[in-house]
């Protein structure tokens, strides 16, 4: 698969489904079983979400651990409105080196393409537990989603729009530089590869 994908154009929505590219979900799935029979979901300290990184800042190990997986966002906690800073910032640019595990695999075939399509940030397996939701808040960027498992209990909102992004290979960036939340309120996980855009269509 070669083709480049031209996201010059701002779109209106804040869900821009990519036009002319789409993966194999079912080599994902396949692929996914292999990789959690060796590596398990690490717990970002945030109930009912885990990530497993894809790539890293090269050599750096730290870049994969604690906070390095959450990264900064902004959030209003309660009442009050008042928006609230949690975590650090990131320097999404520096994560350009694919984490052994992935080497050879399907993972590693849709890194590549992506990387050659747009500018990443981190790349991550996202898990979300059944019955489950997180914070509203904001990210200092888009990103960029291809779900592996889903179910129709999925979506994403951001401000006042819902939508759910089917597990059919497509590829979805979001406009999380907008308040926004996603829930899971089927009975089995979500898991999508997602990955930081650092230049969308919303820029």
Known sequence: METVVNISKKTSSDFYKVPHLKFDINKLRFDLEKILKKKKFDSLGIKNFAAIPLNQIPGDKSSIKGHNVRGTYWTIPDET????????????????????????????????????????????????EPRSTLSWHRDPEARLHIPIITNKGCRMVIEDVSKHMPADGTVTITNNTKYHNFFNGGEQNRIHLVACVLKSPFN
């Open 81 to 128: 409105g008042k928006e609230a800073m949690r975590d650090k910032p990131i320097e999404e640019s520096k994560y350009t080196e694919l984490l052994p595990e992935f080497k050879g695999t399907y993972f590693e075939e849709v890194f590549d393409i992506l990387k050659k399509n747009f500018k990443l940030g981190r790349v991550r397996i996202l898990l979300k």
